[in-house]
């Protein structure tokens, strides 16, 4: 496969692409909120960049999947959720952890596999679990966590609760079954529940176009009766609208599939070259990089100036100084804690075994000469 391969994006102007707010129709807290956006956006690209610079230095190991590119829609989607909406992302899920409100210090710590992470360090850049955040994960298989999610929107619905799951999912992920089962069971059921394909044009290094016979993927709800909606994920304000509508949806009864066409500004992984992409490509992602066009709007609009944007910056690249030292410093968990989280409650015959120890002790060799 060849980057030509893949259908080109429209381009747009950065100032047509983020949902214009006038001066004139604008509130004081709506031009805080959207500096807000900015703020969060910028976090998130210095965040994952130092990840990206941690794995290169052997400070993270295992996988390590980026947000790079796909800040406007982390913050624009977990703008819409209430505190007590439950969450749901796959193993690209750094940002959405650091924006659903984990201290970035506990985030750092978890990639690194320390003690102080947000998964006590055994969980690593795939599996972050914050139960007061009401975050239940990062899973590092395809499309583990739509099952799951919909089993949260079954018990949400079954108690009676006015809570919503969000549950992500990349553009791969709505080719698996589990994808059309969970879609499926949420429609009959009327589930509280929204379905979120990330879509960044590429599974892995394989475009939509070559894995989906119907690449407009939002439009699969359909085989469901489930009301769906494809969002420009370059653009903040239209993510958090969107994600708002499809929530109330939701929150309603309703069950939504929300499509956001986003942007990878890296490989499929920090160790992913991404040679599948031409140059005219890697241009345009440059051009459309949704931190600068935002940022930029943001100026031309006159909430924010060439000094404010970097002091931004500095703010947010000090931040992740700290985070980066406080997950150096922080311990390794210790072996004996390996199993602690296995469940929930303790299950009879848990095994205890660490990796490598036989099932059974094996019995004792006879020694030479002994009577048989």
């Known amino acids: 496969m060849t980057a030509q391969t893949r259908t080109p994006r429209k381009k747009q102007n950065a100032a047509a692409r983020i949902s214009p707010v006038t001066a004139a129709g604008r509130t004081v807290e709506d031009g805080e909120r959207l500096i807000d ?76 596999g320390r003690v102080d992470g947000v998964s006590k360090g055994w969980g690593g850049s795939m599996h972050m679990f914050d139960i007061d955040k009401r975050m239940l994960g990062g899973y590092g298989i395809v499309g583990g966590q739509i099952p799951l999610a919909t089993g949260v929107a079954l018990a949400i619905d079954y108690r009676g609760g006015h809570e919503v799951v969000l549950c992500t999912m990349g553009d791969g992920t709505t080719n698996i079954g589990a994808f059309h089962e969970s879609l499926n069971i949420a429609a009959l059921w009327n589930l509280p529940i929204v379905y979120v394909i990330i879509n960044n044009g590429l599974g892995m290094g394989t475009t939509v176009e070559k894995s989906s016979a119907e690449p407009e993927l939002y439009k699969r709800g359909s085989a469901y009766r489930m009301a769906s909606e494809r969002v420009d994920g370059l653009d903040p304000v ?15 009864g309703k069950p939504f599939l929300l ?87 303790p299950v009879p015959n848990d095994s205890r075994r660490l990796p490598g120890q036989p099932l059974f002790e094996p019995a004792p060799i006879p020694e030479q000469g002994a009577a048989r």
């Open 238 to 252: 239209a993510v958090a609208e969107a994600a708002g509508r499809a929530i109330d949806s939701a929150r309603s």
């Open 37 to 112: 956006f900015y703020r969060r956006m910028v976090l998130i690209r210095r965040f994952e960049e130092r990840a990206a610079r941690g794995y290169t230095q052997a400070l993270i190991g295992g996988y390590c999947h980026l947000n790079l590119g796909e800040e406007a829609a982390v913050v624009g989607l977990l703008s819409a959720l209430q505190p007590t909406d439950y969450l749901f992302t796959n193993y690209r899920e750094h940002g959405y952890a650091i924006t659903r409100g984990i201290d970035p210090n506990r985030v750092m710590a978890e990639l690194y």
């Open 259 to 345: 499509e956001v066409v986003t942007e990878r500004l890296r490989g499929h992984s920090v160790v992913d070259p991404a040679k599948y992409r031409s140059a005219e490509e890697v241009a345009e992602l440059k051009e459309n990089d949704p931190v600068q066009t935002f940022g930029a709007r943001l100026v031309d609009e006159g909430l924010l100036d060439a000094d404010s944007l970097a002091k931004i910056d500095e703010q947010a690249t000090a931040r992740v100084a700290e985070a980066a030292a406080f997950a150096e410093a922080s311990a390794f968990p210790d072996v004996s804690t390996l199993f602690d989280y296995t469940y929930a409650t």
